[in-house]
């Protein structure tokens, strides 16, 4: 199963992810994830990372999509993956529709995590007191939420007129949020 997850800031992407790759027995890709494992790392892109990603900007498409390339180019993507945080942008999604169109790995959903602003705050509020990630503050929160509506809500729309997209209600308990998932796979798990 290859998978798209999309949703705002603190709509549970990398949190159902997390869960999904059990179930679907495949990688989660998170290019958060990798970006911060950069960061910790302190290599030259991490150093150019850290604070774009502290003031809740965008990291350079082309940074991204090399590390995305790096990231397919293992062999555990083959029978599939969860991509969590990519596309961000349009560009982004017509770079990840070209590089997956080469190595022969058609997408089978992109899915929407659909949660009201209101509580996406408040849960990343929740976060950041459990974490303390930094760009989890809330000035920075809203420049993420900004740079959400104006650049990624038109990749949502690009996915919606190409006929791929699925929504799924995020709102609720971790478990119930996961139900609907699975529920909304499981025509394209039982084709395989
Ligand atoms: P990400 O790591 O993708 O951060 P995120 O959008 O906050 O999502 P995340 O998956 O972590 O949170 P979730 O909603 O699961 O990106 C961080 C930064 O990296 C970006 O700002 C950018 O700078 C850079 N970046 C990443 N990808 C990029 C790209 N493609 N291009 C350019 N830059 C890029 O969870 C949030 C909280 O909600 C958690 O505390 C969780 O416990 C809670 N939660 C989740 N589901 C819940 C539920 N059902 N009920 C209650 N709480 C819930």
């Not at 059990?22 to 960061?39: F, K, M, N």
């Amino acid at each position: 199963m290859r998978l798209v997850l999309l949703g705002p800031p603190g709509s549970g992407k990398g949190t159902q992810a997390a869960r999904l790759k059990e179930y679907l027995q495949v990688p989660h890709i998170s290019t958060g994830d990798l970006l911060r494992a950069e960061v910790a790392a302190g290599t030259p892109l991490g150093v150019q990372a850290k604070e774009i990603m502290a003031r809740g900007d965008f990291v350079s498409d082309e940074i991204l999509l090399g590390m995305l390339e790096d990231r397919f180019a293992r062999p555990d993507t083959a029978n599939g993956f969860i991509l969590d945080g990519y596309p961000r942008n349009l560009v982004q999604a017509d770079a990840l529709g070209v590089l997956l169109e080469r190595i022969r790995q058609p997408m089978d959903f992109a899915v929407q995590l659909e949660v009201p602003t209101d509580l996406l705050v408040e849960r990343i509020a929740g976060r950041a007191k459990a974490e303390g990630r930094d760009d989890d503050s809330p000035d920075v929160v809203r420049n993420r939420l900004d740079k959400y509506t104006s650049q990624t809500a038109p990749v949502i729309e690009y996915y919606r007129q190409h006929g791929q997209l699925t929504v799924v209600d995020g709102v609720g308990s971790l478990d119930e949020v996961f139900s609907r998932l699975i529920e909304a796979l499981a025509p394209a798990k039982e084709v395989g």
